[in-house]
């Protein structure tokens, strides 16, 4: 089993930064490709960007393109997502997640984080 350990989600204002963390164990991290998913209260959970077991392929929602990066750091075991220009529109939950193939779906994800909370305050 992979467990996911998420971090650096808090309250900012808008045009503001955030980089989210998430800290994998116990299977090998590089075999699986990562996704961060965000919820809003009352809506559905939505893909927000994915990265390849390698890192090289990287994938990501047309409402944060341009605005988020995704990577990776096998060696440290860690998915980043760094969040730029923040919108209120941006508040959600955010989850990171493993897959065994790089995926938009969230149902291809078995492995899941616990969820930080991003705020962005207007």
């Known amino acids: 089993q992979v467990q996911l350990v998420e971090s650096g989600g808090g309250l900012v204002q808008a045009g503001g930064s955030l980089r989210l963390s998430c800290a994998a164990s116990?299977?090998?991290?590089?075999?699986?490709?990562m996704g961060w998913f965000r919820q809003a209260p009352g809506k559905e959970r939505e893909f927000v960007a994915a990265?390849?077991?390698?890192?090289?392929?990287?994938y990501y929602a047309d409402s944060v393109k341009g605005r988020f990066t995704i990577s990776r750091d096998n060696a440290k075991n860690t998915v980043y997502l760094r969040m730029n220009s923040l919108k209120p529109e941006d508040t959600a939950v955010y989850y990171c997640?493993?897959?065994?193939?790089?995926?938009?779906?969230?149902?291809?994800?078995?492995?899941w984080g616990q969820g930080t909370q991003v705020t962005v305050s207007s």
């Open positions: 997640a493993a897959a065994p193939a790089t995926a938009h779906d969230p149902n291809k994800y078995p492995y």
């Open positions: 116990g299977r090998t991290f590089s075999n699986y490709a």
């Open positions: 990265i390849s077991w390698s890192g090289d392929i990287t």
